[in-house]
């Protein structure tokens, strides 16, 4: 019974999400449903939270998730009465190439679900996000306000972004308990959508479907994304978010349709939503959009990709003032003093990154794909969107190693203990980079519509 309860829970989110991505894609595009399916379940998990953290300052319970059921059912009906914007192919298995490629991909994501199954969820996956789900669930599916409130003892990290918990407790509310065993399915639901995420949007900036398929399939090699999958944190789901942004920014690139920015505009402003780090990956992409947009005159693009965002982080941060949420700052302010007490730090910061993208063990030659993408530039003239990928790379690991600067704990034990996860943020992207700059010849058996396949 729960496995059915879990499965209607799902199919509502994905109704949410399916509808969103009908209305949010351009017209006269030919979408698998692979990629279908892992757009859905990315603005479907948002929607379920931003809708239940929304629709929880007024009622609770099973008013909410009627609430957010009816609601995902009438944007599913909306979207899907639309289909006719979009050339919708079921299933694009043809030959037996594609068979044994799509095989190859289900049975690694299989693999992912049983490991998942089978091992104990880590211990941020489970003392920050599962713990707040189970909190939100025996609070009728919202977060208690006295529960941000509360010391960090009772409560870690309140001030922590919800979509995770939010999501794992619409799961919780219909299947009418904390069952921690079926929750553990979430984490590899973002683990498929990077897969069809991969394989969707690499047939289509590389015009060959191999070229999807082949880093799709490449993910499954990277054995720290797998284990942190096995985990049940946050920062796989935040991988997920940010390769699709990255994605469809890099596609309206690279066919000039700006209506893919509202589109990517929504999934970059989800990203804070997901982990704090995602404010860095929001601001990335926007960087890279603004520099684009301000060589082209076409500030409306900007506009658009950056409103959501704005708008998410300005409630937030407000609400979080008005709460009176409880912070515990982890670092040193961003000020000269800061700055310059700790510049020696700098050397030892870039050594911790250096050995840890050449870690084999973790990212196998991963890292190796940006550098080529270096000198693809260099070796190509006018390359811009390879110039793009290579920014939104580099950037957020530039970033996020900057920041250790700041930091009042030791920098070796920090270092060690969150820049892999980190890194994972940036893998999946980095993969990309097979569609990108590797050579290939583009499918043309059906008017080159076969690599959107």
């Known amino acids: 019974m729960e496995a059915l309860l879990f499965a209607l829970a799902f199919g509502l989110l994905l109704a949410a999400g399916s509808g969103s991505a009908l209305l949010l894609l351009p017209r006269g595009r030919r979408l698998t449903i692979f990629e279908l399916g892992s757009l859905s379940l990315l603005l479907g998990a948002g929607f379920v939270s931003l809708a239940a953290f929304l629709i929880g300052f007024f009622f609770a319970g099973w008013p909410m998730r009627t609430a957010i059921a009816t609601a995902a059912l009438v944007l599913a009906a909306i979207g899907w009465s639309s289909r006719g914007r979009v050339e919708l192919v079921w299933w694009p298995v043809h030959s037996w190439r594609d068979w044994l490629a799509t095989s190859v991909l289900l049975l690694q994501v299989l693999i992912v679900v049983w490991a998942s199954l089978r091992l104990a969820l880590g211990f941020d996956g489970l003392f920050l996000w599962e713990s707040k789900a189970q909190l939100i669930h025996h609070a009728d599916g919202v977060m208690p306000a006295a529960l941000f409130r509360a010391p960090a003892a009772q409560l870690p990290h309140p001030n922590y972004p919800l979509l995770v918990p939010l999501t794992e407790s619409w799961f919780y509310g219909w299947m009418g308990q904390a069952n921690q065993g079926m929750v553990k399915l979430v984490s590899p639901l973002f683990y498929a959508a990077i897969i069809g995420t991969l394989a969707s949007g690499g047939a289509r900036l590389g015009g060959n479907r191999w070229r999807g398929v082949i880093p799709a399939a490449l993910l499954f090699f990277l054995p720290w994304a797998v284990l942190r999958t096995t985990a049940g944190e946050a920062d796989l789901p935040l991988a997920a978010f940010y390769l699709a942004a990255v994605v469809y920014l890099l596609e309206s690139f690279d066919s000039g349709n700006t209506r893919l920015l509202l589109l990517v505009g929504l999934l970059s402003a989800l990203l804070p939503w997901v982990k704090r780090e995602g404010v860095i990956l929001w601001a990335c992409l926007l960087a890279v959009v603004l520099i684009r947009s301000a060589a082209r005159g076409a500030w409306r693009g900007f506009l658009t990709?950056?409103?959501?965002?704005?708008l998410w982080l300005a409630f937030w941060r407000a609400f979080l003032i008005l709460g009176e949420v409880s912070d515990h700052p982890e670092y040193l302010p961003l000020a000269w003093t800061s700055l310059s007490a700790n510049i020696g730090r700098v050397p030892v910061i870039g050594l911790a990154v250096l050995r840890e993208v050449t870690d084999w063990r973790h990212w196998s030659l991963t890292w190796l794909l940006p550098l080529a993408g270096i000198a693809h530039i260099f070796l190509k003239r006018g390359r811009s969107l390879t110039l793009s990928w290579v920014a939104l790379i580099f950037a957020p690991m530039l970033l996020y190693s900057s920041i250790y600067i700041f930091?009042?704990?030791?920098?070796?034990?920090?270092?060690?203990?969150?820049?892999?996860?980190?890194?994972?943020?940036?893998?999946p992207v980095a993969l990309l980079g097979i569609a990108l700059i590797f050579p290939g010849s583009r499918d043309v058996e059906d008017g080159g519509k076969a690599a959107a396949e």
Do not use: K, M
């Open 407 to 427: 930091s009042w704990r030791s920098v070796e034990d920090l270092v060690a203990s969150s820049l892999a996860r980190l890194l994972l943020h940036l893998a």
């Open 305 to 310: 990709t950056a409103l959501p965002g704005v």
